[in-house]
């Protein structure tokens, strides 16, 4: 994926951060990190993890991916582990986890993301992932792994590059209220 060559000079936000280990990790090349979780006693660690390792460009925010809102869309989303977030831990369908994805990246902007099969070893929730990818991110690049223990099997790394205007979709326009972007169908 080379993601430390992908997150070069640019704003960074990650969702569903952790302990901050990854976006403390890619801090020393982004131009600032921005991460938040919705358990703020990991967003603890985050801060004082990065404090520790004397990193100053590095943000967490304790805030469900539902809450998050930010003034700015940014170079480059990550998605990492997402499994866990867009399947059973968030009221939001695939296509609405890719949309506020999609809402939060700069035009011409990345969506780095990487997902596994949730408990059962198939594929099939991530051709859907991959389908309602395609309709918001154009995919630059797309690796399947197929090792680890039975739930890791067909890991999928997507690096998705935001479309102007999603597939299906005749003009999108900001509220400056929400700060989202409304989507109006052909
Ligand atoms: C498996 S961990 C992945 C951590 C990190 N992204 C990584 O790749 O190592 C999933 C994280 O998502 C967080 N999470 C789950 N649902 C969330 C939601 N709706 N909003 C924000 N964070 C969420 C969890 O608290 C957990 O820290």
Redesign the pocket.
Known sequence: MGLKRQLENKTVL?????TG??AISIADRAKSVLG????PH?IDIARDAANYAGINNARFIA????D?SSPEPFDSV????????YDG??GYSIDQYLRRCYELVKPGGLLLF?SHSWEQPSSDDLQQVCFAMDRFFTVRQRQVLQRGRPADQCRTFIVGQRRTIPMGVRAVHEDSHSNTLVLSSI
């Open positions: 990650e969702i569903g951060c952790n280990f990854l938040f979780d919705i358990n990991l805030s469900s991916f539902e998050f990550l998605s990492f582990a997402s499994h866990a977030t831990n968030t990487e």
